[in-house]
């Protein structure tokens, strides 16, 4: 990193020993003969780091640490001390001073803290960075999102919200579609009334049914006394469908009933239920494909499909997850009594570079992770999940000179394919080949023992 550094020495020669030394490595060099100049220069324009000498005369190196400090609490400092007067040394770490470096300069050691130094500092200015551009304009309810189609997605939240319009939210795992369906509810005339959320993946079939509609005592065996379901429960407010796509055809039948009566039969039961629900639904299945299989019905579909929201895969929205990762940090770290701590830029990058097949809810259980055992206060490269490195290096192959076309194709197919997380048509895709191809060549790399 190339930066703008002060010198404060008085004696001119190790002054300006220094200053060839850290201009040979390409750093923007101001030197001050003592503290009152070096003072008037941090006033007056900006610097990366200081380096100041700890005894010279009238303003001490202390002295300007400290103030320096109060002008730009940022700014990184290395405090030069005569050699066995640990006491400043001390005085000046307790200060704030980054490290510190003793009479006679070894510059070779000069310059390898001035690197460290520097590495730390643009790692605190980027978090800095980001952390203001959360509190400025990131947020939406509990999202986070400056890519345009999260943008967009918020703006069509903003329109929806204070309808009853039914809305259906579409995406992969972890995307957020919950959060989305709990802004709406948030934004609309029925926040003050139950939000109502069930997931018809996670319940067995003979169950779902009693769990949304409710049931009568004696409907059947088990049933001693009346049950209201979660439909009833919702009443007035918001009722989250979370993985309808998993709905069996028969409940789809009954809910469909609902949607279009605005009634409810509870199992066993035999007079109607007037229910005042929205209805939100999510799924991460294509129900246009399942309409056209047969396991999802059409006029359901249509029903359900007023508002469409289609919520991008985190691999998407790249430009996000440095915001996300700063912001899951910081909130796991006060939830688990943790000091701050901050990503470094080659950590940021991996980050960046990953698929995240489990979108943001696999970044933010990686941050609670990280929160909870790295050990230093920057997170390195290696604090992270190896599959997190393992993915950076595998978007880039090598190919070295006098490998045999077939070995070559098989590492860019193979090397695809992990690039996609498995997806062969869009390994096809990338690799300009069918799809059939695809199949017959990885047939052929099985019988050979490669996968």
Known sequence: MVARILIAEDEEGIRQGMAKALQKDGHEVEVAPNG?????????????????????????GLDLLKKAKEIDPDLIVIIITAYGSIEDAVDAM?????????????LA????????????????????????????????????GTNSKMREIFELINKVAPTNATVLIQGE????????ARAIHNRSKRKDKPFISINCGAIPETLLESELFGHERGAFTG??????????LADGGTLFLDEIGEMSLKTQVDLLRVLDQRELFRIGGNR????????????????????????????????????????????????DIPV?????????????????????????????????PGNVRELRNLMERLALTCQSKVIEPEDLPLEIGRYKSEKAIHIRIGTKIREAERELILSTLAYVNGHREKAANILGISVRALHYKLRQYEKEGYI
């Open 36 to 60: 009152e100049v070096a003072l008037r220069k941090i006033e007056g324009d900006y610097f990366d780091l200081l380096i100041s000498d700890v005894r010279m005369p009238g303003i001490s």
């Open 94 to 106: 307790r200060s704030g001073a980054y490290n510190y470096i003793t009479k006679p300069i070894k």
């Open 109 to 144: 050691e000069l310059r390898a803290m001035v690197a460290n130094a520097l590495q730390i500092h643009s790692v605190v200015v980027e978090n800095k960075r980001l952390r203001e551009l959360l509190k400025q304009e990131d947020r939406f309810e509990s999202m986070i």
């Open 173 to 180: 795992t972890g995307t957020g579609k919950e959060l989305v």
């Open 223 to 232: 049933a001693y006394q009346q049950r209201i379901g979660k439909i009833e």
């Open 272 to 319: 109607p239920v007037k229910v005042d629900v929205r209805f939100i639904a999510a799924t991460n299945r294509d129900l246009r494909e399942a309409v056209k299989e047969g396991k999802f019905r059409e006029d359901l579909f249509h029903r359900l499909n007023v508002v469409p929201i289609t919520l991008p895969p985190l691999r998407e929205r790249v430009e």
């Open 324 to 356: 996300m990762a700063i912001s899951f940090l910081e909130e796991f770290c006060r939830e688990h009594g943790r000091q701050p701590m901050r990503i470094s830029r080659e950590a940021m990058e991996m980050l960046c570079s990953y698929s995240w």
